[in-house]
T-cell receptor, first 113, second 112 residues
Framework: NAGVTQTPKFQVLKTGQSMTLQCAQD?????MSWYRQDPGMGLRLIHY???????DQGEVPNGYNVSRSTTEDFPLRLLSAAPSQTSVYFC????????????FGPGTRLTVT | KQEVTQIPAALSVPEGENLVLNCSFT??????LQWFRQDPGKGLTSLLL?????REQTSGRLNASLDKSSGRSTLYIAASQPGDSATYLC???????????FGTGTRLKVLA
């Protein structure tokens, strides 16, 4: 198993540009989530999904969209990048969030200038 | 609203010492609490997950305990080694939600 994969590893955007961060898992996990990690603030939940076709907002959803058309993939879209979205983004998955451990991807480091 | 706190923010100990990392949470209605390790520039690795009905979990030199009534969890590391140097994070999944709330972590340095 490849586990949780994320692409790209690094990305630089200009303010106002849009892009999609990719996340995929091959463990047949139902639960997937996106976090951002900023210095001094820990990890904050952006969006999550409990299965294909079902998504919901986390703590900091503004400026981000998600969709879940398959069990394996959970892309995160930045609609119009802002410098405040400069961060490290992590995708995670588990069989479900309540009883099983979460597995994390290696992260995407995003800089918005 | 669930809040998770980890104190201290940083800790430096000599090799071989037994140590305890602390995690506090404000809402005791949780499904589980999970401990993670993060190496610099890397993703998170799950160490231990404690269900709300459990009091502790063990894996090798690691032991995590959970006291819901006091809103506390501790991660005990026995006979620390330089390879244990990393940031340790805890996260609580609040009942009635599918959301994990993370603490800001404890940065551990084990000196050889």
């Amino acid at each position: 198993n490849a586990g949780v994969t994320q692409t790209p590893k690094f990305q630089v955007l200009k303010t106002g540009q849009s892009m999609t961060l990719q996340c995929a898992q091959d463990m047949n996990h139902e639960y997937m989530s996106w976090y951002r990690q900023d210095p001094g603030m820990g990890l904050r939940l952006i969006h999550y999904s409990v299965g294909a076709g079902i998504t919901d907002q986390g703590e900091v959803p503004n400026g981000y969209n998600v969709s879940r058309s398959t069990t394996e993939d959970f892309p995160l879209r930045l609609l119009s990048a802002a410098p405040s979205q400069t961060s490290v983004y992590f995708c995670a998955s588990s069989y479900d969030s309540r009883s099983y451990e979460q597995y994390f991807g290696p992260g995407t480091r995003l800089t918005v200038t | 609203k669930q809040e998770v706190t980890q104190i201290p923010a940083a800790l430096s100990v000599p090799e071989g010492e037994n140590l305890v990392l602390n995690c506090s949470f404000t809402d005791s209605a949780i499904y589980n609490l999970q401990w993670f390790r993060q190496d610099p520039g890397k993703g998170l690795t799950s160490l231990l997950l404690i269900q709300s009905s459990q009091r502790e979990q063990t894996s090798g030199r690691l032991n995590a305990s959970l006291d819901k009534s006091s809103g506390r969890s501790t991660l005990y590391i026995a006979a620390s080694q330089p390879g244990d140097s990393a940031t340790y994070l805890c996260a609580a999944c609040t009942s009635g939600t599918y959301k994990y709330i993370f603490g800001t972590g404890t940065r551990l340095k084990v000196l050889a």
